[in-house]
């Protein structure tokens, strides 16, 4: 636009005030690539009290989410999630955290949770075609060396900020429009106790 600075004297000033076209700023979310993130049931318990048991060095399937791209706009492109773990475990009684796409690969690894986020950075981005789903499934290892028996842990999805997601023709980043809530939205699981066994030799005198 056009700003009047000064006058000077004994000049005349014609054709002010001078305007444009009037515009509007429009809300354009409904142009964005939308997505919502479900729970898939994994093999643990479905509440703390009734956590499933895992052995020291077990791997097993800890989480499993569902992202569907909703309104087929344009693809969704997935950098990354960010997966919270719940319960009395504490950093580094768990390591080896996988998170795996529907087709078997590897999308990233994590050796612990740090301030009980896993933060997985997809080693190349995932895409998800517009107007369909695909599931990612987390898995964990339960550390050895840890005193960590009768521990309990959940692993979830947080925040709707925690799935890294973006238009592939934008570019925009995006939060998911739907997380999983609720009980039911998350499976538990407990480090089984282990067991000591002290036996007298044979060829002791005692």
Known sequence: ???????????????????????????????????????????????????VSL???????????????????EDLVVDG????VEGSVSDGDLDTFQIVSQEGNVLATATTSVGR?????????????QGSSRF???KATVATGKYNSTRTFSAKIRDDFDIVAKGAVT??????SS???????QYWYKVREGTVTVAKATDSRS
Do not use: C, R, W
């Not at 950075?121 to 895409?127: G, I, L, V």
């Not at 570019?171 to 998911?176: E, F, I, K, S």
């Open 1 to 51: 636009g056009l700003t009047l600075s000064k006058v000077l004297a004994g000049g005349t000033v014609t054709g002010a005030p001078v305007s444009s076209a009037v515009h509007s700023v429009v809300d354009g979310s409904s142009a964005l690539v939308q997505y919502n993130v479900t729970s898939i049931a994994v093999g643990g318990g479905s509440s703390e009290p009734s956590a």
């Open 55 to 73: 052995d020291i060095g077990q791997t097993t399937e800890v989480a499993k989410f569902k992202v569907e791209q909703k309104n087929s706009k």
């Open 81 to 84: 999630m960010n997966v919270f």
């Open 117 to 129: 986020y896993v933060n997985f950075q997809f080693t190349a981005p995932y895409t998800i075609p």
């Open 136 to 138: 990612f499934t987390v």
């Open 171 to 176: 570019g925009t980043y995006v939060l998911a």
């Open 179 to 185: 997380i999983p809530t609720g009980s039911n939205s």
